[in-house]
């Protein structure tokens, strides 16, 4: 699996945060499982750039100070009038132990009832939650739309097939996406989101983030000093 570059800093905390940011500067934090956090900066557009190609489920070769580090990001802030990223949390990840984590569902062709009777395509599910080792972590999970041939047909997550080293961790038979007539609609289909607006809303973070959590919570308190 092809990994994004993203150089960074260790961050020099006699600058503030705010004054980072004015510079177009993203303060953020390194940490995993037995690791000590790290404060970082990076360039904003570098990051900005990284992310919407790898999102919170692809690994980043993370360079910091010139060592290579495997990372996903575990979290990000937004400046809450902007909407620019304000902070970015970086989780280190071991290459020989699973992951379990969120991949968005991808839809690929056009369903034959919508085209045939007008049907409502509906998207039940927008992501499913895998585990499997971090090199083998896709960036999506494609779903056929051609077997839904008739009104009221389904594709369940027994139907679909999980990528090599993958393997699907919620209820076969949860429904993924299904047809139904137009009359029938009730509610309207929700909006597409980019990257950034699903990350904000909190994808589920990778095995190990939780045992971190507190020493990296006092780490950024410190860098909003």
């Not at 400046?79 to 071991?94: E, K, S």
């Not at 909006?191 to 045992?211: F, H, K, L, S, V």
Request: aromatic share 4%; charged share 25%.
């Amino acid at each position: 699996m092809e990994t994004a570059t993203l150089t960074v800093q260790t961050r020099d905390m006699k600058t503030t945060a705010h004054n980072l940011r004015k510079e177009s500067i993203l303060p953020g934090v390194y940490y995993g499982k037995g690791i000590k956090p790290v404060s970082l900066q990076m360039d904003y557009q570098s990051f900005r750039k990284v992310f919407l190609k790898t999102g919170t489920n692809s690994l980043i070769d993370l360079s910091i100070d010139g060592k290579n580090e495997k990372v996903l990001v575990h979290d990000l802030e937004y400046h809450p009038l902007t909407g620019a990223i304000a902070h970015v949390d970086f989780i280190h990840v071991n290459l020989k132990e699973e992951v379990t984590t969120h991949i968005p569902i991808e839809t690929v062709g056009v369903a034959p009832a919508v085209k045939a009777f007008g049907a409502i395509l509906n998207t039940v599910k927008h992501e499913l939650n895998v585990k499997c080792l971090p090199l083998d972590l896709p960036h999506t999970i494609q779903v056929d739309l051609s077997s839904l041939t008739d009104l009221s047909s389904s594709i369940h997550i027994s139907d679909l097939v999980a990528p090599k080293g993958v393997k699907f961790m919620d209820n076969p038979e949860d429904v993924v996406v299904t047809v139904t007539a137009a009359s029938d609609e009730e509610a309207s289909l929700p909006t597409a989101q980019t990257a950034e607006e699903a990350a904000a809303e909190g994808a589920a973070p990778a095995e190990g983030a939780a045992e971190a959590a507190p020493a990296a919570e006092e780490a950024k308190k410190e860098e909003k000093k």
